[in-house]
């Protein structure tokens, strides 16, 4: 079973603490939604900084979120060099 991206799994732990997109914003320090629209949907990649603060917003230890991070991070850097090994 591969595993949850980080993108969905923000989404899962933002929804686990019953957040809409807007309360998780602003307790992060952003007005709008799409920040967090925009993570969840994997199409920006979250500052450092801010995987720190979903920790205390989102109630996730820092090992736990750490240890999504660098799977994402491994995953991905895995699939770009297969890609390059493939042309």
Do not use: H
């Not at 230890?61 to 850097?77: G, I, T």
Request: glycine share 4%; charged share 30%; net charge positive.
């Amino acid at each position: 079973m591969m595993p949850v991206s980080l993108s969905k799994y923000l989404r899962e732990k933002r929804v686990s603490v019953a957040m809409t997109q807007q309360q998780a914003g602003k307790m992060l320090g952003y007005e709008k939604s799409q920040f967090l629209s925009n993570l969840e949907r994997g199409t920006s990649k979250p500052p450092l900084e801010v995987l720190k603060r979903m920790c205390e917003v989102y109630k996730i230890s820092r090992e736990e979120m750490r240890a999504r991070y660098v799977e994402d991070v491994v995953r991905e850097a895995e699939s770009k060099a297969l890609q390059r090994w493939s042309t």
